[in-house]
């Protein structure tokens, strides 16, 4: 069973950074893309970041210049850099990501459970 597990969320003063980071566990033949979404109290779930397995990126208008996203193929891991934090990036931050468990298998889109990402004025 594949699973993606976020860290790195909490409480940062405005101007500050965290970085977040997810793994992804279980069957995996390939993962491709991962991207990292939002979702503030009362807003719809928006597209913070999305890299390739070639490490192409793109961003959310509000976040370049300030969020940088990066992955270690060999673990699995996507990370989110964010820098310059403001009370409106508060919000939860999940992962996600189109996997194949098998090389015969269908790719399938999976969501980690959160992280909590609150950015103080």
């Known amino acids: 069973q594949v699973q993606l597990v976020e860290s790195g969320g909490g409480l940062v003063q405005a101007g500050g950074s965290l970085r977040l980071s997810c793994a992804a566990s279980g069957s995996i033949f390939s993962i491709d893309p991962m991207a990292w979404y939002r979702q503030a109290p009362g807003k719809q779930r928006e597209l913070v970041a999305h890299i390739t397995s070639s490490g192409s990126t793109t961003y959310a208008d509000s976040v370049k210049g300030r969020f940088t996203t990066s992955r270690d193929n060999a673990k699995n891991t996507v990370y989110l850099q964010m820098n310059s934090l403001k009370p409106e990036d508060t919000a939860v931050y999940y992962c996600?990501?189109?996997?194949?468990?098998?090389?015969?298998?269908?790719?399938?889109?999976?969501w980690g459970e959160g992280t909590q990402v609150t950015v103080s004025s």
């Open positions: 996600n990501a189109i996997i194949a468990a098998t090389r015969w298998s269908i790719r399938r889109n999976y």
